[in-house]
């Protein structure tokens, strides 16, 4: 979302709590709903007015503010498997590897949760008859609401501390600890943001019928909608990414619910807000697991022990002492003898990203970027850019269908869809890993690439059903050539996943093709 607009939408207001100057917007007679007081899970004090900027009904501002949260889930989501994917390599010392593997197991299943928030935030938009939305930042930029500038970057302790803070309750200081994490978090952000403090907008303007009428809200889109029973598969009580079961007990399913009004809306808003900040519950939140590996680099890699007296002091005021202390994990903690030296991550590019020349681009936001110029993994980084488009136009695609998975026990064309973006899962992670084995530059001591994720021109799909086929024949055809080429000169070792992508893209193809020829109903594949 540009940041224009999110100056010119968000309110003087909001603004000037976000730190900017009120000058950013002129003075304007904002309108003002009331909300009425109630228990919103991310914020200790619940909004009683929220400005309405001139432009924007209720509904269609709620829709605004569903907007920039699916930016920032999304956001997050790429941070995270960007991070995770950086652990690991011949660097960590052998008596750390199983350790590294462990906190990077929990990360991944943390950004696959923040996969069902998207998935969830779109559910939402689709129920209120507003515009899906899959967009994200590509470059730093300082708005309210979002967390921090949008970093690809190895995980350190610097990048957990933001994770860390972008997930705490919004009014969680936590003693020296937190301190400690703030400070570093200052260091790299001029005006960080918790994701509590959106939600403290967002879900009580959504919960009033006073501000959103009930009709705004259309169980018609039931069909269309993302279900748990399509996308649930395998990520039931974290066993995605906690395949060592290292992570803390008790890990959250993935959330994805189908909605059919108001009540449903807010209790997905709150469940998404619940699984990211939440203190209270016996289910580990985002905040909880991110600072329970903190305090575990910390001993491992600078040789402090975060005492368990430190640890209770950083409790929120809302959570029992009993489930604090559960994830403060002191057999964990005596495998963290410290050895000095050494890193989790491997030396992977920052915000990596391919251009059609090697040309350097300027700087974004004052925050470096990395050209990828070694010629075979500026192949393998557009192979990936073009299958995180296909993976985004599959989710795009699939809130246009209805139908269920498999009718007749044949696969339907939603089901063909959600199958498709499952693969793309797949082969995003498989590229990442060879990106980060990849030189970055054709000087080993750049040391490696990493998955651009980079956005494309744009995230709309087609009206047609017919056109939306097409798209994604396009998509296949660009993977080809690029194939052909890595085929030419990769290492044998690559050439398998090559060549079981390439016969999978065939199976697809041929199947877009039969849809689009009119030969079969594409209602019933």
Request: proline share 8%.
């Amino acid at each position: 979302m540009r940041r224009q607009q999110i100056l010119r939408y968000l309110g003087e207001g909001r603004l000037r709590d976000a730190g900017l100057p009120a000058a950013v917007v002129p003075a304007a007679a904002f309108a003002t709903v009331d909300v009425a007081t109630a228990a919103v899970a991310t914020s200790a004090v619940a909004h009683k007015v929220i400005s309405i900027p001139p432009e924007f009904s209720p509904r269609d501002y709620a829709a605004y503010l569903l907007s920039i949260d699916a930016e920032i889930e999304h956001c997050l989501m790429v941070q995270y498997l960007y991070g995770a994917y950086s652990m690991g390599g011949p660097q960590v010392p052998p008596e750390y590897r199983e350790l590294v593997r462990e906190w990077q197991e929990v990360i991944l299943g943390i950004a696959k949760e923040e996969m069902g928030h998207l998935m969830s935030v779109q559910n939402v938009l689709r129920l209120i008859g507003a515009p899906l939305h899959l967009e994200r930042d590509d470059y730093p930029w300082d708005t309210p609401f979002y967390p921090f500038p949008f970093m690809l970057e190895p995980l350190t302790l610097d990048s957990l501390a933001k994770y860390v803070f972008t997930e705490s309750p919004e009014h969680w200081k936590g003693g020296a600890l937190g301190d400690e994490i703030r400070a570093r978090v200052d260091a790299q952000a001029d005006n960080p943001h918790k994701v509590a403090e959106l939600f403290g907008v967002l879900i009580p303007l959504i919960q009033n019928p006073q501000t959103i009428p009930d009709e705004a809200f259309d169980p018609d889109t039931w069909p269309f909608q993302a279900d748990w029973a399509e996308w649930g598969r395998g990520y039931h009580g974290g066993q995605r990414g906690n395949l060592t079961r290292s992570g803390i007990p008790q890990t959250p399913d993935v959330l994805v619910v189908p909605l059919a009004s108001r009540d449903d809306a807010v209790s997905a808003l709150n469940a998404v807000a619940t699984q990211g900040e939440a203190t209270s519950g016996d289910q580990p939140s985002h905040f909880v697991r991110f600072l329970s590996i903190y305090v575990e680099m910390v001993a491992a890699l600078e040789g402090r022990t975060i005492t368990p007296e430190q640890w209770d002091a950083a409790r929120p005021a809302d959570m029992g002492a009993a489930s604090w202390r559960q994830a403060y994990r002191e057999e964990r903690l005596k495998r963290c003898t410290h050895r000095a030296g050494w890193a989790p991550s491997r030396a992977v590019a920052v915000n990596p990203y391919v251009a059609l020349d090697t040309a350097e681009l300027p700087e974004q936001g004052g925050t470096p970027t990395t050209p990828i110029t070694h010629p075979e993994s500026r192949l393998w980084a557009h192979l990936q850019n073009v299958r995180y488009r296909m993976l985004l136009d599959f989710l795009s695609h699939s809130f246009a269908l209805d139908g269920g998975l498999r009718s007749a026990g044949r696969l339907t064309p939603r089901g063909t869809v959600i199958n498709a973006a499952f693969g793309e899962m797949y082969n995003l992670r498989a590229l990442a890993e060879v990106l980060m084995g990849s030189p970055v530059s054709d000087n080993p001591e750049d040391g490696f690439a990493g998955p651009p994720f980079q956005t494309p021109y744009t995230l709309n799909i087609p009206i047609s059903e017919r056109d939306r086929w097409r798209g994604h024949l396009d998509r296949l055809e660009a993977s080809r050539v690029l194939m052909d080429h890595l085929l030419a000169i990769c290492a044998e070792s690559r050439r398998t996943y090559l060549y079981a992508l390439r016969e999978a893209d065939e199976k697809l193809g041929q199947l877009a093709r039969t849809i689009l020829a009119g030969s079969v109903d594409p209602a019933l594949i």
